[in-house]
């Protein structure tokens, strides 16, 4: 085993752009127990007087989530929204036909941004055109933004919310590219249906702003023709595309996935390059920006979710897509939010998929139990806490290496984070060689007067490592493997791991 050399450079004039705190946004979907067991569950030890786990909503905390999509999905595309309020005993159980399960509608709408203002999250909402279309949004829109004196707006006063929710963002509609999505769409129906919605939604309230859909992933047949076509339909009234993309180790290659994110770095500056050519071809002045609005690792059960939806559908709150996170997939979603941050100026909203039990960061155990945290807790708890501010442009030289699949993938991925307010500056790095280890030399010369604060890694010699509610096998440690001497910060990063290096005053 050798020693990988590795440079970079800071430098706090040499700036990528300010990172949006909504970068560190989540989701939550009506699907499986992400509402019903994860964060609704009356009858908990923990639960508050509205049924909501306390316990739950103490560790969504912990990760200062800024902003939670919701309710979907693909589930928002079967989305009845009037089903979701008011009084609870007269709220009718509705076939969920995204995920073939059975819709209870005990948390609708108002429960559930009460719970996110609650945890300090605002809404991202999301509206149907899959089943339905301009109608439907505009009612709901009016029903949870506008003051009063109107149908809809006095009909949520009468449900007991005087005060309009006041949500900003909305999206328009769900990964209507994919022939699985409920109303799935052709880029010309999809583009003249959001045009027409976003020109209504923005009447009704001027200051929202809206999402229009974009790939559901990378591997489409339809990208990135759907953008450049459903763009120029919505460009004068949107201010974000969506981007969604999961990766998964399939195939058994660990050092190959560890590269998938040098394929989502490629997929947005794609889609950046789209948009920029359809304000040009529209002469327009505005950028669209980038709603990274569904990202993770996501595979490990899929062929389990399968057998309920196919062969025992219809079930309330069923488990789905409950993914058991590995120590490897830590470390690619570490590397996806570098990825994230290293485009600050053009991706300014995000969201992890998802919050709890499904997909998530977050599990309960069935049946009231624990909760706890997956590998994954933990790189994104780290970048949200510490990844606010000035991303800084890394120049890095660091050893490159072909896999599979990838050619030219760096050892060392990293990116740093000034943040001007506290005087600190945070650089996550991830040291994707499964062979050797790395000595990283960072140049601070501009950050005079600084000194390591705190090294963090999270590391494991077990890729294949995961967590449960009876033991956190992976978990943060501080080390002492950062020094300073003379403007230049030494790292030794082990093989294998993810580290978040502090330097402050
Ligand atoms: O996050 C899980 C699902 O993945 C979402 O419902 C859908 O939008 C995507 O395909």
């Known amino acids: 085993m050798g020693l990988n050399k590795v440079k970079m450079v800071i430098d706090r004039d040499y700036r990528i752009g300010e990172i949006d705190k909504r970068i560190y946004g989540s989701f939550i979907e009506h699907l499986g127990r992400a509402v019903y067991d994860g964060i609704y569950c009356p009858g908990h030890p923990t639960a508050d007087e509205n049924g909501f786990r306390q316990d739950v909503k103490d560790m969504v905390r912990q990760l200062n989530v800024p902003v939670i999509r919701y309710p979907g999905g693909n589930f928002v595309s079967n989305f009845y929204w009037e089903d979701s309020v008011g009084p609870v005993e007269e709220r009718p159980k509705r076939l969920e036909l995204a995920w073939r399960s059975l819709e209870e509608n005990r948390v609708g709408l108002n429960e559930f941004i009460s719970w996110a203002r609650e945890i300090g999250s605002d809404v991202m909402m999301a509206v149907n055109l899959g089943t339905r279309g301009m109608d439907a949004a505009c009612n709901l829109l009016e029903y949870c933004n506008h003051p009063g ?13 005087k005060e309009p929710h006041k949500i900003k963002i909305w999206c328009l509609g769900n990964e209507m590219d994919g022939p699985w999505q409920i109303g799935h769409k052709t880029m010309e129906e999809y583009g003249r249906l959001a045009e027409e919605t976003a020109k209504a939604m923005k009447l009704i309230d001027p200051e929202i702003q809206l999402v229009s859909c974009g790939s559901s992933s990378k591997t489409m047949p339809t990208f990135p023709k759907w953008e450049a076509v459903t763009l120029e339909h919505t460009y004068d009234y949107v201010d ?12 058994g290659d660990s050092q190959d996935f560890l590269a998938c994110s040098d394929d989502m770095d490629q997929f947005i500056r794609t889609v950046i390059a789209t948009c920029d050519y359809v304000k040009a071809k529209k002469r327009g002045r505005k950028n669209i920006h980038i709603s990274f ?8 059960s899929k062929e389990a979710e399968k057998n309920i939806t196919e062969s025992k559908p219809w079930q309330p709150a069923p488990p789905l897509l409950e993914d058991i996170y590995t120590f490897e997939d830590a470390l690619l979603v570490g590397l996806m939010l570098i990825t994230l941050m290293k485009h600050a100026d053009r991706v ?5 998929a998802q919050l709890v039990n499904v997909i998530a960061p977050i599990m309960t155990d069935a049946a009231g139990g624990k909760v706890w945290r997956q590998t994954i807790f933990y790189p994104f708890m780290h970048a949200s806490q510490y990844g606010r501010g000035f991303a800084l442009l890394p120049v890095i030289h660091s050893p490159k290496f072909d896999t599979s699949k990838h050619e030219d993938v760096t050892a060392v991925e990293a990116v740093s984070v000034y943040n001007e307010e506290r005087d600190e500056v945070t650089i996550f790095a991830v040291n994707r060689s499964l062979t050797e280890d790395a000595q990283m030399a960072v140049d601070v010369r501009s950050f005079e007067g600084y000194r390591v604060l705190e090294h963090i890694v999270l590391e494991s010699n077990d890729l294949k490592a995961v967590n449960s509610s009876l033991e956190q096998k992976v978990a943060p440690k501080s080390t002492s493997q950062s020094v300073m001497d003379g403007g230049v910060v030494t790292s030794l990063l082990h093989k294998a791991s993810w580290n978040v290096i502090r330097l402050g005053k």
């Open 348 to 352: 300014k909203m995000a969201c992890l």
């Open 293 to 300: 609005d569904e990202w993770n690792v996501w595979y490990h």
């Open 149 to 161: 004196n109107t149908k809809y707006s006095d009909l949520r006063i009468k449900h007991g919310y």
């Open 240 to 251: 974000f595309v969506s981007m969604h993309q999961y990766y998964g180790n399939q195939a």
